[in-house]
T-cell receptor, first 115, second 113 residues
Framework: GAVVSQHPSRVICKSGTSVKIECRSL??????MFWYRQFPKQSLMLMAT?????????EQGVEKDKFLINHASLTLSTLTVTSAHPEDSSFYIC???????????FGPGTRLTVT | TQLLEQSPQFLSIQEGENLTVYCNSS?????LQWYRQEPGEGPVLLVT?????EVKKLKRLTFQFGDARKDSSLHITAAQPGDTGLYLC?????????????FGEGTQLTVNP
């Protein structure tokens, strides 16, 4: 299999606080992990690509100082939303690819609500 | 920038009907994936097509990759309410692994009983 987990599944935080979301590949080593954001009834918007042990590559328009990505191991990547604001409320999804495969396996997503 | 145009964006049909979703681009993709996503969950990979002209079947779902590897289609036969969901096509433009995917806008399918 190729199972990817995310934690937490949903989180509510107050404006100005930081929130960390974890993405883990449970049964394989992920050479690359991706972080997406999705608004209701819309497609996925890629935020950044991360490889283990190196800095993440952010998409145009995504603030790297606001969305901190750490890819500490081949099975774990974290996304920290710093100084969250209500407009950061969204569904955040990670995915992972393994070895020579071009397929991505997605986590179940994290619903972030900033009040 | 490579774009994938997916159509239709919304589709509401009755149980038992057939439907086709299209994914088109002016660019060539080394592979193309189809995903299905249900509300509040992550996308689930349905199939990957790699070879131009390739046809893959998954029960009532038939996937086709265009000869030029620029387009793909998903055909569902005798749709059931359980087929309801957001269908996404995604193309990998490069030969190397770990490539970022280009996603279509998605097709929201509703199958009414």
């Amino acid at each position: 299999g190729a199972v990817v987990s995310q934690h937490p599944s949903r989180v509510i935080c107050k404006s100005g606080t930081s929130v960390k979301i974890e993405c883990r590949s449970l049964d394989f080593q992920a050479t690359t992990m991706f972080w997406y954001r999705q608004f209701p009834k819309q497609s996925l918007m890629l935020m950044a690509t991360s490889n283990e042990g190196s800095k993440a590559t952010y998409e145009q328009g995504v603030e790297k100082d606001k969305f901190l990505i750490n890819h500490a191991s081949l099975t774990l990547s974290t996304l920290t939303v710093t100084s969250a604001h209500p407009e950061d409320s969204s569904f955040y999804i990670c995915s992972a690819s393994r070895g020579a495969s071009y397929e991505q396996y997605f986590g179940p997503g994290t619903r972030l609500t900033v009040t | 920038t490579q774009l994938l145009e997916q159509s239709p964006q919304f589709l509401s049909i009755q149980e038992g009907e057939n439907l086709t979703v299209y994914c088109n681009s002016s660019s060539v993709f080394s592979s193309l994936q189809w995903y299905r996503q249900e509300p509040g969950e992550g996308p689930v990979l349905l199939v990957t097509v790699v070879t131009g002209g390739e046809v893959k079947k998954l029960k009532r779902l038939t996937f086709q990759f265009g000869d030029a590897r620029k387009d793909s289609s998903l055909h569902i036969t005798a749709a059931q309410p359980g087929d309801t969901g957001l269908y996404l096509c995604a193309g990998d433009p490069r030969e190397t692994s770990g490539s970022r995917l280009t996603f279509g806008e998605g097709t929201q399918l509703t199958v009414n009983p």
